[in-house]
């Protein structure tokens, strides 16, 4: 059974840090994303990692303050989130994406399997 299960949300304040982690099991090989929905809005692209974690993506909007990774011999994926912002408060959402040519990290419709999701919240 595949199951995704996020932690390490929580409130923080701006500028603060927050981690994020992943545990994924019941399939291994897979590229591995973090999506974000904030109230009110569309899902959107955070960052991806592949499975070998030789290739990691972000969206400008975090890009230089997350940082993804990945532990594979834990089936588990990171997001370390400094510098933190109010428009950052949103739902985290992982997600596992089978490995294809096509993979288009930023494209939710890629992704085969979600978990839960983890509320970050940024007080001003």
């Known amino acids: 059974q595949v199951q995704l299960v996020e932690s390490g949300g929580g409130l923080v304040q701006a500028g603060g840090s927050l981690r994020l982690a992943c545990a994924a099991s019941?399939?291994?090989?897979?590229?591995m994303g973090w999506f974000r929905q904030a109230p009110g809005k569309e899902r959107e692209f955070v960052a991806a990692?592949?499975?070998?974690?030789?290739?990691?993506y972000y969206a400008d909007s975090v890009k230089g303050r997350f940082t993804i990774s990945r532990v594979n011999a834990k089936n588990t994926v990171y997001l370390q989130m400094n510098s933190l912002k109010p428009e950052d408060t949103a739902v985290y959402y992982c997600?596992?994406?089978?490995?294809?040519?096509?993979?288009?990290?930023?494209?939710?419709?890629?992704?085969?399997?979600w978990g839960q999701g983890t509320q970050v919240t940024v007080s001003s």
């Open positions: 019941g399939f291994t090989f897979y590229n």
């Open positions: 990692i592949t499975w070998s974690g030789g290739s990691t």
């Open positions: 997600a596992a994406a089978a490995l294809t040519a096509r993979y288009t990290p930023a494209t939710a419709a890629n992704y085969n399997y």
